[in-house]
């Protein structure tokens, strides 16, 4: 009985410290400049893999994705070019459409939704 009591207790704290870590991570990812923006949507990518992370958390983060601005052009499943081979964007900003691309890739696979294929070929480009 004590043992489940403690096991409970750990989980508990680490869901908790789990939405810590994720309040921290969103805040930077709706952030005006670019690589903090980038650096907040990398470590959502990473909570989103957490198995502490329940389908309610990962909808919640799926939210927080489209409300990333400048990512209209890898939400739907029509052809992409990427903002790296285009020459058309800035560094930074080509980081936060990978990044961003990277979580929804992510995201789909959790939530068991397909990803574009735009959306899959820029997950995969270098940052």
């Known amino acids: ?15 908790a ?3 810590k870590r994720t309040q921290w991570a969103l805040e930077r990812a709706l952030d ?12 959502l990518d990473v909570l989103a893999g957490s198995e502490l992370a329940r389908n309610e958390e990962l909808e ?9 601005n400048g990512l209209a052009e890898i939400t739907d499943g029509g052809p992409l ?3 790296k081979a285009s020459h058309n964007a800035p560094v ?11 979580l929804r890739a992510r995201l789909d696979m959790r939530l068991g939704r ?3 294929p735009g959306t899959t070929a820029l997950a ?4």
């Not at 009985?1 to 869901?15: F, N």
């Not at 983060?61 to 990333?68: E, G």
């Open 60 to 68: 919640l983060l799926d939210i927080a994705w489209k409300s990333v």
């Open 32 to 43: 005006e400049d670019e690589d903090i923006k980038a650096l907040g949507l990398a470590a």
């Open 114 to 116: 397909p990803t574009p």
């Open 1 to 15: 009985m004590a043992w489940q009591t403690l096991r409970q207790k750990a989980i508990s704290d680490d869901r």
């Open 81 to 83: 070019v990427s903002a």
């Open 17 to 19: 410290e789990w939405w």
């Open 124 to 127: 995969k480009e270098e940052l």
């Open 92 to 102: 930074p900003q080509h980081r936060v459409q990978v990044t961003a691309a990277r």
